[in-house]
């Protein structure tokens, strides 16, 4: 499948838009999608996104990269009760992700994408004494996810719509985790050689009841041919590319997620952990070779979602004492402050 363009509003429109057009988007990837589902699967992004400019397509095949993060506190709760309050330390994580044409026609293309994720860090206490934690009783965890994403392409009221669903299972080096699936649609209702602009929705069936996303992609080049920028559900980016070299300033959303062991209910049992992370940042990209990229991104890691959920997912009924409704909550919720992170990457791009 060849590089989709995501679509934008008129070159007209002003900064001031931009920004509201921004913050709603950011607010429903926060609210509207659960911190225990990937915002968007790297297959759908690459039907849903912007490829920004001709040089730096966002399709690669294969992706790597190393990340730290600071040092910093946290907090979990759970009912209103303080569960654990420590620190982390010596932070890092390493992920790898591939996406793979199967079949790529004129209307209709699928992909098999895989993700793996490795995340190592140390626990103690605020004094700096290495106490045991009775939410992380390791030092390292890995994570797998991967699945199967097909699309088709048509035209609704003269104007191009895309189809897609997955159907995605993780895993993790201690068992089987959570079988899901997505659908969703798009379409495009603006494309020039300066604008696009596409909105969408998609739902998951991960959960009892299936949260449904509002999808929205902006991409607009200013008359400087260097300078663009790009709106979608979740990220936010200005993006300044001369010859082969791209900085970016801008944030957008991700997750952070793996399964675990934990004595948090009073005996052993397996969690789901996630954080949903807002990171504000810079992004540096350098085209090696036709196939080749490096980049390097440094900012801030904010938490907006963090959560410890039973292995399937579900939580706990927790009911309003003034209210008197009840609503199912995670086992667990985590409090951190922001902390710097620093990443840097390498990508291969098999197919053009």
């Known amino acids: 499948m060849e590089n989709i363009k995501t679509y934008s509003l008129h070159t007209a429109l002003s900064h001031n838009l931009a920004f509201i057009v921004f913050i709603a988007i950011l607010g429903g990837a926060c609210f509207a999608i659960p911190c225990n589902a990937q915002v968007i699967t ?5 039907d849903f996104r912007t490829f920004a400019a001709k040089h730096f397509s966002r399709y690669r095949t294969v992706n790597a990269f190393w990340e730290t993060k600071g040092t910093h506190n946290y907090t979990f709760e759970t009912a209103g009760k303080e569960v654990e309050k420590r620190k982390k330390k010596n932070l890092h994580t390493l992920k790898f992700s591939t996406m793979v044409p199967i079949l790529k026609l004129k209307h209709i293309s699928f992909y098999a994408n895989l993700q793996y994720s490795h995340y190592q ?7 700096d004494k290495a106490t045991s934690s009775v939410i992380f009783l390791r030092n390292a965890y890995d994570y797998f996810n991967g699945g199967l994403n097909g699309s088709y392409y048509t035209e609704l009221f003269k104007k191009p719509l895309i189809i897609s669903a997955s159907v995605s299972a993780d895993v993790w080096n201690e068992g089987s985790g959570k079988v899901y699936g997505t659908i969703s649609a798009m379409m495009v209702l603006r494309n020039n050689k300066h604008t696009n602009f596409s909105i969408g929705i ?6 009892n009841t299936m949260p449904v996303l509002p999808i929205v992609v902006w991409w607009h080049r200013f008359d400087n041919p260097s300078l663009s920028i790009e709106v979608s559900t979740g990220q936010f980016y200005l993006r300044y590319q001369k010859d082969k070299q791209r900085i970016s300033a ?5 997750s952070e997620n793996f399964y675990l062991h934990s004595y948090v209910g009073g005996s052993l049992e397996t969690y789901y952990y996630c954080d949903a992370v807002l990171k504000p940042e810079i992004q540096y990209e350098y085209i090696i070779n036709k196939r080749l990229y490096l980049t390097a991104h440094a ?3 904010m938490v907006m979602k ?3 959920y039973k ?3 579900k939580g706990i009924k927790v009911t309003d004492a003034d209210t008197g409704k009840t609503e199912v909550e995670a086992i667990v ?11 840097v990457g390498i990508s291969y791009s098999l197919f053009k």
Do not use: I
């Open 306 to 308: 963090g959560r410890l």
């Open 250 to 254: 801008g944030a957008a959303m991700g």
């Open 333 to 343: 919720k985590q409090d951190r402050s922001p902390v710097p992170f620093f990443n």
């Open 311 to 313: 292995k399937n997912r």
């Open 121 to 127: 860090f140390h626990t103690c206490d605020n004094d």
């Open 299 to 301: 900012g801030l890691s």
């Open 202 to 207: 998609m739902g998951m069936t991960l959960f």
């Open 42 to 46: 790297d297959s759908l992004a690459n």
